[in-house]
């Protein structure tokens, strides 16, 4: 039951999101909108990853599954696997391989950040509270 809540937690961001698009108009997807309204949340500590890490981790083992449409569209339209398909193909390939990159330098980043901090607020805890030893 607790899994359903977490889904419709991150479901709610998604139609959040898809209302925001409808209301205003704008290009950007509702999905998207969603996604950085959740990640706002969570940065900002508004929403605790714990309400919706289960959820998250069930979406994500069957995400291989929400590709089956966009599968059985080029078996649709052949005219995908023509010259200009393959261009376009290549350039789907070559955009998510700089997208994988960019996230993985990104949380590199971040998590050293994190750990440097960690650190800094270790060090400082042992100079404000020495052990004397005799």
């Known amino acids: 039951m607790r899994t359903i809540a977490q889904i419709g937690i991150i479901t709610v961001f998604y139609l959040f999101g898809q209302a925001i698009v409808d209301f205003t108009g704008i290009i950007i997807p509702g999905s998207i909108i969603g996604l950085v309204l959740l990640w706002l949340a969570l940065f900002f500590k508004v929403l605790n990853v714990k309400y919706i890490q289960k959820g998250a981790s069930i979406l994500l083992a069957y995400l291989?599954?929400?590709?089956?449409?966009?599968?059985?569209a080029v078996i649709k339209y052949p005219e995908l696997l023509t010259v200009s398909g393959g261009l376009l193909i290549l350039a789907v390939i070559i955009s998510t391989l700089v997208s994988l990159a960019i996230t993985g330098k990104v949380s590199q980043f971040i998590e050293k950040k994190e750990l440097q901090k960690k650190e800094d607020k270790s060090?400082?805890?042992?100079?404000?509270?020495?052990?004397?030893?005799?």
Not at 64 to 72: A, E, M, N, R
Not at 123 to 134: D, E
């Open 64 to 72: 291989t599954l929400f590709f089956i449409p966009s599968t059985v």
């Open 123 to 134: 060090v400082a805890t042992v100079t404000t509270n020495p052990v004397h030893h005799k």
